[in-house]
């Protein structure tokens, strides 16, 4: 007598392609290995398993852990970033630190992401991935957003459009408020609720909801300068003085650097308080999205501090990750 098997669904999450979609998403990745490899970029192949503490640092999504029979613990990857950064590492443990040269590294790897049920994102997603090691940030982003803009141009069926950021400004606030709901209240652009947060440090209804419409919403550069600089002028107490002079100053190149983008004809956008929780992130950073998609399928940024967490050198570091599966629905 046959055991009988209960017929179940593939897990949430996970998709099974159809050899028409297998099709599509071979043709996308092939398309993106292209562009990589003429933008001088080498490919490395990181391993599926990796210490979860090589994880932890993603904080947006949770990772799958298994115990090898040593029990040992494993997870399956859900952050590429810091696998290329120590497995480069490894090549130079025994380089003298004046010989090392720029590096551009690419992947083409699938990731998995423990989510929540009905969050609108795929547990299993083939991403690739372009890193930029040993390039200054403010190079090596103009250079990577360019690149990552001619990949979505060739891939993505849909308009797209790429928010730019720095980490810094999001960091400043969290340590002038010291508000525990504060990337709640960010990530659900709250005005109302950041404006307390400012009247609870003494300033007027007036000026409190001023700095919080901001922060939260991005005007055009002249214009936000312009409303900055009043609301500088017309600061009320010492803390609110040094947290605008800070914001300002890190304001400076993301906005300059959006002026670059723009002259290039690129869809970018600028917003003050783009926010995400990696830590590794050090001062610039960005998101794709595109037309019905409601996640972002292109992240990125500067981690200049990265090389220095697994080894004693210091070098700044850059790069991005495109999430290419859903792109072919």
Not at 65 to 75: C, M, N, P, T, Y
Not at 137 to 162: F, G, H, M, P
Not at 171 to 191: G, M, T
Not at 257 to 268: F, G, M, R, S, T
Request: aromatic share 14%; net charge neutral.
């Amino acid at each position: 007598m046959h055991k009988q098997f209960r017929r179940r669904r593939m897990p949430y999450g996970f998709s099974f392609l159809d050899t028409a979609a297998s099709g599509r998403l071979q043709n996308k990745i092939r398309t993106t290995q292209e562009i990589l490899i003429k933008d001088g970029y080498e490919r490395v192949m990181p391993p599926m398993l990796d210490f979860p503490e090589t994880f932890e640092v993603f904080e947006n999504f949770e990772y799958f852990k298994v115990r090898d029979h040593l029990g040992e613990d494993l997870s399956l990857r859900n952050d590429v970033t810091v696998q290329v950064i120590k497995g480069y590492i490894n090549e130079f443990e025994n380089i003298d630190i004046k010989n090392i040269k720029e590096k551009k590294l690419y992947y083409m790897a699938p990731v998995f992401r423990d989510i929540q049920k009905n969050y609108p994102a795929l547990r299993e997603v083939y991403q690739a991935g372009a890193e930029y090691i040993g390039c200054e940030s403010k190079k090596a982003i103009t250079n990577l957003i360019q690149l990552a803009s001619n990949i979505l141009k060739k891939v993505c069926d849909l308009r797209y459009e790429i928010i730019i950021g720095d980490i810094r400004i999001y960091r400043v606030l969290s340590k002038y408020l010291e508000n525990q709901d504060l990337p709640k209240i960010i990530k659900d652009k709250n005005a109302p609720a950041l404006a307390t947060l400012f009247k609870e440090k003494g300033l007027s209804d007036k000026t409190s909801n001023k700095t919080s419409f901001f922060l939260l919403y991005a005007e055009e550069k002249n214009e936000w300068l312009k409303n900055w600089e009043e609301l500088e002028k017309n600061y009320e107490n010492e803390w609110h003085k040094n947290i605008l002079k800070e914001i300002k100053n890190i304001s400076k190149f993301s906005l300059e650097l959006n002026d670059i983008l723009k002259e290039k004809k690129l869809p970018v956008y600028w917003e003050p308080l783009l926010f995400r929780k990696v830590h590794y992130y050090t001062g610039f950073f960005f998101e794709g999205y595109t037309e019905k998609i409601s996640s972002p399928i292109l992240r990125g940024g500067s981690y200049d501090s990265l090389v220095s967490e697994y080894s004693n050198i210091n070098l700044p570091a850059s790069g991005f990750s495109l999430d290419i599966s859903p792109l072919i629905h």
